[in-house]
Each structure stands twice: as structure tokens, then as C-alpha cells.
């Protein structure tokens, strides 16, 4: 399966976007509202709707950034809050990206790319995060689909990928989650951890 622009453009044209909560993620609205620093510069990555990055700029986060390949469902952030700067919407790989953040937003992303990709998508998040940054986010805890998204996993599994790179500090069952993911979800914060000596 490839999961090419055309692919997730074809999604948003048909409605066939399961995924979209229409809302905000309750557990993540509640970490953004202990966020003290307006001022950090956050990545929301396969943003689509975003309704996260709705919230943060509505509540004067404006140093906000959402990257997805799909250009319809940026234009539809465009739509519902017009005065999102434009440069902070990318269209285009999330892989592509050549920038820093202090704090990236995982939500539904992850279960989104080809599961060949998880250990790239850890490296990749340890090199867009700035000093102690952090990855903080829902992962889901379910086996979902084998031939196409959402891909499924588990607790385990995703240690292995982020411990070399994050320093975990929560990973657990998520107490908050939207009415029908309930059951289904891991809550975690990961640390970008300062001095890692990887293999090339």
C-alpha cells in the first residue's frame, strides 16, 4: 500500500476519515492546559483537521506548526481559523522536515505511516526536538489492521523504538480518552534524552 498524498487527499474527499475526532483529543487538551510557555514552538506532524493546533493557537500558542500531505486538510484548518499563518502550515513529508521544536504532538500519526517506518519516525522525532524537548501524545494500545491504517500496536513495542532515543517518563493506559477509543489508548511524555552516542 502506498500512502502517498493522492492517498490521504482521497481520504478527506470522501469523508473517509475515521480517525477525526471532529475535536479536540481530550487527554492532550488537558496537557496543553498546564503549558505555562506560550512561546514554544510546537510541530503537530500528520496534523490533518487539527483540532489541537485550533486549540493552541486559539489559546495563544502562535508558534505553532502543522505538516500533513494532505493539502485538502490543511486547507481545512485554513477555513476554520483564518488567520493561522499560512508558512505554518506545510504541505509535504514529515520526514523532509530540517527544523527544531521544543514540543511535538502525536496524535494519530504514528498508526498512520507504513509500520516498516516506526524506528525512523523515533530518530526523526529525537532529531527535530531541541534540547530537552519532548514527544507527548497518544499511541494506540490495540492490534488494529495488518494491510492498512491505522496500524496497531503495543506498549512493548514501542519501547523498543523510542528508549534509545527518549528518556521515558510516562507511557501508560490513558484515563481521558475521547468516548470510542476508550480502552485503546496509551498516554505518554518522552524526553529527548541530551547525550546519546548512536550507531551510524
Known sequence: MDLTADFWNTKYKNKQIGWDLGEISPPLKTYFEQLTNKNIKILIPGGGNSYEAEWLFKNEFYNVFVVDLSEIALKNIQQRISDFPTSQLIHGNFFDIDDSFDLIVEQTFFCAIHPDLRANYAKKMHELLK????????????????????????????????????????????????????????FFIFEKKSNLHLMS
Open 131 to 186: 534540547p530537552n524537548g519532548k514527544l507527548v501524545g497518544l499511541l494506540f494500545d490495540a492490534k488494529l489492521n495488518e494491510n492498512h491504517p491505522p496500524f496497531g500496536g503495543n506498549q512493548n513495542e514501542y519501547l523498543e523504538y523510542f528508549q534509545p532515543y527518549f528518556d521515558i517518563h510516562k507511557l501508560e493506559p490513558c484515563y481521558n480518552s475521547f468516548h470510542n477509543r476508550q480502552g485503546m489508548e496509551l
